[in-house]
């Protein structure tokens, strides 16, 4: 979403190299819907340079309820998305 997925895109590429299955979602709809199939083997990875667009706090949101554990690194220890975990 915006400017960071392309730095999505960049380690999604790089995921790509490891003998893991990855996928990428640019579009926050397709993102959430795959967000919802995970299970406790998976991971996801939310990048955004902001930490504050509704959509991707959407999707870390809905990412937390389904998820038993988290762990997160911040840049910016007061944007929203860090309120979140």
Known sequence: MG????????AY????RVPLNVLHDSEYHMA?????????????????????????LLLADS???QSRSNDCDYQL?????????
Do not use: E
């Open 13 to 16: 590429h790089k995921f790509l």
């Open 32 to 56: 959430l819907m795959q967000s919802t199939r995970l299970n406790h083997t998976d991971c996801a990875v939310v990048i955004s340079h902001t930490g504050n667009d509704s959509d991707t």
């Open 77 to 85: 220890p007061r944007i929203a998305i860090s309120q979140l975990w």
């Open 3 to 10: 400017g960071s997925n392309i730095v999505a895109l960049d």
């Open 63 to 65: 990412l937390k309820k």
